[in-house]
């Protein structure tokens, strides 16, 4: 899928349902300079059971001059804030997608990330956002064997990962050369806005994340934090 254009979702986009489009399957696809208006640049898909198997998402983009509308999830949007669809992203790779960061709100260089999710075994390198230079995280999710290279956020915090307000995993993730290019700003690889649950960390690697401000690695600005 190349070089395709919409306002939501410009290669494969599902009905806004858990159900009436649950049990999709997307293996061995490549997304490749697809854009939108306003999320998800190249996949955006809502049913429960959605797996997202094999696929390289490369140079993806959402970005408009709209006024009120944020761009965010530079190449893909899986799952519903209901928390009731469940997916898994596996074994994929994020190059190069970005959000245009037209308003300092602009999230998620390859992805915005909802309850019930799971990441597994993929790489993300070179993703970029006003924040979350490669996921947003307004979810409560397990991110397992995953690595995140020279992601970057050119406005707000969390080079790599923003998560807003609820509690997830991380087990043997590693976080190289994450950084914000913006001064005074907080959490070179990952920033945590923590308001509800507890972010637990398992043999995860940090290394040559970067920023001027504070937590070059992690920072927390509330709420129960980190195990």
């Not at 649950?22 to 996949?43: D, M, P, R, T, W």
């Not at 990441?119 to 070179?126: G, V």
Request: with cysteine.
């Amino acid at each position: 899928f190349e070089d395709c254009l919409a306002y939501r979702g410009a290669a494969i986009s599902t009905n806004y349902n858990e159900n009436l489009s649950a049990n999709l399957l997307i293996e061995n696809c490549q997304f490749l300079k697809n854009h939108v208006v306003q999320y998800a640049g190249a996949i955006s898909v809502f049913g429960d059971n959605t797996r997202v198997i094999n696929c390289i998402f490369d140079s993806n983009t959402a970005y408009n001059d709209i006024e009120g509308v944020t761009p965010y999830g530079g190449a893909i949007q899986v799952g519903l804030n209901s928390g009731l669809a469940r997916g898994y992203v596996y074994n994929c790779k994020f190059f190069n997608n970005y959000v245009q960061p037209k308003d300092e709100e602009a999230h998620g260089g390859a992805g915005c990330v909802r309850d019930g999710v799971i990441y597994e075994n993929c790489l993300f390198i070179n993703n970029s956002a006003a924040q979350g230079g490669a996921l947003t995280y307004h979810a409560s999710g397990l991110i397992k064997n995953c690595t995140f290279i020279n992601n970057t956020a050119t406005a707000n915090p969390g080079g790599a990962l923003y998560i807003y307000d609820k509690g997830n995993k991380f087990i043997n993730c590693s976080f190289i050369g994450n950084s914000i290019t913006a001064s005074q700003k907080k959490g070179g690889a990952i920033y945590i806005w923590e308001l509800g649950g507890t972010n637990a960390f398992k043999n995860c690697l940090f290394m040559n994340n970067s920023l001027t401000g504070y937590g070059a690695a992690i920072y927390c600005d509330k709420g129960k934090a980190i195990t």
